[in-house]
C-alpha cells in the first residue's frame, strides 16, 4: 500500500518562529488534505490541496504531485498552533474518499 | 450551520462487551465516513457509507459494522470488544465523499 511520511516528528518552536512541515507519498494520489488536530482531538481542515499552491493566514501548503510531496508552512507561530499536523491522501483507486493518514507531526509552541 | 456531530463523547467498556457510536453529519452531507485513531497514531479508515451503501471498508475485523440511516445519520458498532479497540472513534461527512472531509469531534472509548 501506499507510505505517507510525515517530517519531522516533533517540533518545538518559539512564538513568533516560522515552520515548515513536510508530507512525502510514495504513490500518485487523487487528493491530499493537511489536518490540525487540537488538544482534545478534533481535526480541523487546514488545506485540501492535490496540486498547487495555496494560502490562509499564517499558514500556506504547496503539494507538488508529480515529486510526490507536500509542504505545509506556518509563520509567525501562535501557542494556539500547537497539536498535531497530520496529511492524508486519497489514492485514485479510492477515489470515493478514503483518507490514508500519516503518523503526523506534533508542534509545540512556546511562549 | 452545525458541524459534525457525534455521541457520546466518552465511554468505557469491559472486555467482551458491545458498543454503538453515533454520528450525524453536516446537513446536506450524504457520505459519512468512520476512523479509529490509536493514541499516538494518524487515524485508520474503518467504513464509508454513501446513500445508505457501504462503499468502503478498511482492514478491520468482522466485529466492526456499520450502518447509515435515511437521514443520513449512521451508527457504528463493535462486538466482543477487546483491549485494543480502545481508542479515539472519528466520524467524517461530505458531500459525495470525494471532496473535503470534515471531522466531528470524536468519540473516546475505553476497554478494561
Known amino acids: 500500500g501506499i507510505q505517507v511520511e510525515q517530517s519531522p516528528p516533533d517540533l518545538i518552536l518559539q512564538e513568533g518562529a516560522n515552520s515548515t512541515l513536510r508530507c512525502n507519498f510514495s504513490d500518485s494520489v487523487n487528493n491530499l488534505q493537511w489536518f490540525h488536530q487540537n488538544p482534545w482531538g478534533q481535526l480541523i481542515n487546514l488545506f485540501y490541496?492535490?496540486?498547487g499552491t495555496k494560502q490562509n493566514g499564517r499558514l500556506s501548503a504547496t503539494t507538488v504531485a508529480t515529486e510526490r510531496y507536500s509542504l505545509l508552512y506556518i509563520s509567525s507561530s501562535q501557542t494556539t498552533d500547537s497539536g498535531v499536523y497530520f496529511c492524508?491522501?486519497?489514492?485514485?483507486?479510492?477515489?470515493?474518499?478514503?483518507?490514508?493518514f500519516g503518523a503526523g507531526t506534533q508542534v509545540v509552541v512556546t511562549p | 450551520d452545525a458541524g459534525v456531530t457525534q455521541s457520546p463523547t466518552h465511554l468505557i467498556k469491559t472486555r467482551g462487551q458491545h458498543v454503538t457510536l453515533r454520528c450525524s453529519p453536516i446537513s446536506g452531507h450524504k457520505s459519512v465516513s468512520w476512523y479509529q485513531q490509536v493514541l499516538g497514531q494518524g487515524p485508520q479508515f474503518i467504513f464509508q457509507y454513501y446513500e445508505k451503501e457501504e462503499r468502503g471498508r478498511g482492514n478491520f475485523p468482522d466485529r466492526f459494522s456499520a450502518r447509515q440511516f435515511p437521514n443520513y445519520s449512521s451508527e457504528l458498532n463493535v462486538n466482543a470488544l477487546l483491549l485494543g479497540d480502545s481508542a479515539l472513534y472519528l466520524c467524517?461527512?461530505?458531500?459525495?465523499?470525494?471532496?473535503?472531509?470534515?471531522f466531528g469531534p470524536g468519540t473516546r472509548l475505553l476497554v478494561l
Open positions: 492524508a491522501v486519497e489514492l485514485p483507486t479510492d477515489s470515493w474518499g478514503k483518507l490514508q
Open positions: 490541496i492535490p496540486s
Open positions: 467524517a461527512s461530505s458531500s459525495g465523499g470525494w471532496e473535503t472531509q470534515y
